[in-house]
Structures are given as structure tokens and as C-alpha cells.
Nanobody, 126 residues
Framework: QVQLVESGGGLVQAGGSLKLSCAAS????????MGWFRQAPGKEREFVAA????????YYAGSVKGRFTISRDNAKNTVYLQMNSLKPEDTAVYYC???????????????????WGQGTQVTVSS
């Protein structure tokens, strides 16, 4: 099992930027893909971005592609989500996701790992 703790959320004006962090603990962090999801009020949780265990491959939802960048530092057991050109519709609770030996193909298939963080609130004002 992987334990995940997100940070970096906050209130920002439209067009602004935020960088989220997800600190992971668990012996297999460096061999697992990881992802970010978000859930807006009254909506289902949706996929945002994912990154392979090496960091060499990434995958984005169409709504954030070109604005968000996912990255990771395996030495620090941390995955990041740099969010630029934020829009009011990006307002949501953002969750980090992972699992033991998770591969990027899990996210391609629309699935997710079993471990979730507690979430961090991102609010974008117009």
C-alpha cells in the first residue's frame, strides 16, 4: 500500500498558476506510475494527468493538456502537478493516486490505483 499526502492547493485568480505536490511513502513508489484526479462540487471524480514510474511518459486529460504538467522526483518520493492558465472550471479538490506496481496503462483504460490522498482544494476565481 502507498500512503499519499497532497499539498499546494489554494485560491488563485483566473490565468494564474499553482503547483501541487504529492508526497508518497511506500517501498514501491519508484516502480509505480502515479496520477492526479479532481472532483468538482456535484460532479464525479475525473482523471487529470498521469506519469510513468520513470517519468519518461505522461498522459493528460484533454481539458488540461497544454496547461498542466505532471512530473516526479523519485529521490524525494514526490509527484508534482504544475497548473498554468487556470480557469474557473479547474476549481475542484485534487487527489493524488497510486498503487503497488501501477502502470500507466491503468490510467489509459480509465481505471485508477487503490491508494488516494486526502485531497487539496484548488479554487480559481473569475
Amino acid at each position: 500500500q502507498v500512503q499519499l499526502v497532497e499539498s499546494g492547493g489554494g485560491l488563485v485568480q483566473a490565468g494564474g498558476s499553482l503547483k501541487l505536490s504529492c508526497a508518497a511513502s511506500g517501498r514501491t513508489f519508484s516502480s509505480a506510475a502515479m496520477g492526479w484526479f479532481r472532483q468538482a462540487p456535484g460532479k464525479e471524480r475525473e482523471f487529470v494527468a498521469a506519469i510513468s514510474w520513470s517519468g519518461g511518459s505522461t498522459y493528460y486529460a484533454g481539458s488540461v493538456k497544454g496547461r498542466f504538467t505532471i512530473s516526479r522526483d523519485n529521490a524525494k518520493n514526490t509527484v508534482y502537478l504544475q497548473m498554468n492558465s487556470l480557469k474557473p472550471e479547474d476549481t475542484a479538490v485534487y487527489y493524488c493516486n497510486a498503487d503497488h506496481e501501477l502502470s500507466l496503462t491503468t490510467y489509459y483504460s480509465g481505471a485508477a490505483g487503490r491508494s488516494w490522498g486526502q485531497g487539496t482544494q484548488v479554487t480559481v476565481s473569475s
